[in-house]
């Protein structure tokens, strides 16, 4: 198993807490990793059920050691369905997980979380590049595969925004929080559909 020290975290978490509502019953997330989006759901929402899902057995057992959700499931995402009910969630994260798949695959799931889910709340890099080497060899699902643009999201429905750092020119630049016209201009975009 890896470090139990952190490496890194998402520049993009209080967005992304504003996001889920206040009121959340029910969350899935989808891709959870080592369960950044269960430990900030859990310390500024009060959710009665608390899913997480991910495809590396080293994440679920960092979860399990941590409790991290209320329900820990070892699934490839390329396999759906998933095994839930229709709307059985109020809310469905996939927070930096889809570009790790190929595209029909990433499509696929987020048609289940559709069915899942009330609410869907989806992550990406605004532009693809490949995982440091190192990084890829330890949890090989971790390769990035797919790119998806905001024109992905919009005609499934999505407001989409720009999130993290401005990047041009592949440098990013610090900002403040703005509601960007642009949102392929931030490092990542930050995708939400209600249903």
């Keep these: 198993m890896e470090s139990d020290v952190p490496t890194w975290t ?3 978490l209080h967005e992304l807490l504003e996001e889920i509502p206040k009121n959340v019953d029910s969350l899935v997330d989808v891709g959870c990793g080592r369960g950044i989006v269960g430990a900030m759901t859990r310390i500024y929402r009060t959710p009665k059920r608390l899913v997480g899902i991910d495809v590396f057995p080293d994440y679920i057992d960092f979860c399990k050691k941590y ?9 490839d995402l390329r396999q759906t369905p998933l095994p839930f009910k229709d709307h059985e969630f109020d809310v469905a994260t996939c927070i930096e997980t889809i570009e790790h798949m190929p595209k029909i695959h990433g499509e696929k799931l987020l048609e289940e979380l559709h069915r899942i ?7 990406t890099p605004s532009s693809f590049f490949k995982q440091p080497k190192g ?10 595969v797919s790119h998806w643009t905001v024109e992905d999201f919009k ?3 999505y407001k989409v925004r720009g999130v993290g750092s401005l990047a041009m020119h592949k440098v990013a630049f610090p900002t403040r929080k703005l509601t ?6 931030y490092q990542f975009l930050l995708a939400k559909r209600k249903r």
């Design 10 to 12: 998402r520049p993009f």
């Design 117 to 123: 889910a009330a609410t869907v709340i989806v992550s």
């Design 180 to 185: 960007c016209r642009f949102p392929r201009f």
């Design 155 to 157: 005609k499934r429905g």
């Design 135 to 144: 990084h890829v060899e330890r949890n090989s699902f971790q390769a990035h």
């Design 67 to 75: 409790v991290m959700y209320d329900e820990l499931f070892l699934l």
